[in-house]
């Protein structure tokens, strides 16, 4: 069974950088779809981006709301993969959740617990 | 932000059905992306209801169904039951975002 474990501060100050790692067990990292997605307290999900490995490469693809602010890695011998979000504002409190999906267009099948990350001045 | 709209809440007396719609366009689901669906119970990450527009994933009971069409899709929950008491999430993919888009999210109360 896929299970996904976010983990990181839980309290950023303003104007800094937002760091998490999400940690993977349980099936392969290839070829599968990792994203960050977002939940602001009380209202909906917002895709942030995703890291794709396949073929020896990592590929990825950012939501153009925060593609100048957002990056996520894979490192694939620690079965991680990480969201960095610089220049956070109170905008970007929210529960962050890692999940998988198996490919574009397809559905989230495994998501993380969530972890709530909390911007301060 | 959401690209896919629906309506904020819903309500139904135990027993009665309810539905959800989830409006999108040209880009999303009238582009021939599959809808899919989530359960949120208070404080817990979404847990995936309905996938590909009307399939259930294995444990999901069968009052739960799902239908697309054109640049729409619905989602009915027949015999509500108090454990039904969620908010709900459409899925899809969007052509002009790149990626993955989420509808507004849906509060059924069961009254």
């Known amino acids: 069974q896929v299970q996904l474990q976010e983990s990181g501060p839980g309290l950023v100050k303003s104007s800094e950088t937002l760091s998490l790692t999400c940690t993977v067990s349980g099936g392969s990292i290839s070829n599968y779809y990792w994203s960050w997605i977002r939940q602001p307290p009380g209202k909906g999900l917002e895709w942030l981006g995703y890291v794709y490995y396949g073929g020896g490469a990592n590929y990825n693809t950012y939501n153009p709301s925060l593609k100048s602010r957002v990056s996520i890695s894979l490192d694939t011998s620690k079965r991680q993969f990480s969201l960095r979000l610089i220049s956070v504002t109170a905008a970007d409190t929210a529960v962050y959740y890692c999940?998988?999906?198996w490919g574009v267009g397809h559905n989230f099948d495994f998501w993380g617990q969530g972890m709530l990350v909390t911007v301060s001045s | 932000q959401s690209v896919l709209t629906q309506p904020p809440s819903v309500s139904g007396a135990p027993g009665q059905r309810v539905t959800i719609s989830c409006t999108g366009s040209?880009?999303?689901?009238?582009?021939?992306?599959?809808v899919h669906w989530y359960q949120q119970l208070p404080g817990t990450a979404p847990k995936l209801l309905i996938f590909?527009?009307?399939n259930r994933p294995s444990g999901v009971p069968d009052r739960f169904s799902g239908s697309k069409s054109g640049t729409s899709a619905s989602l009915a929950i027949t015999g509500l039951q108090a454990e039904d008491e969620a908010d709900y999430f459409c899925q899809s993919h969007d052509i002009t975002v790149g990626g993955y888009v989420f509808g507004t999210g849906t509060r059924v109360t069961v009254l």
């Open positions: 040209s880009s999303n689901i009238g582009a021939v992306y599959d």
């Open positions: 590909g527009n009307n």
């Open positions: 999940a998988r999906n």
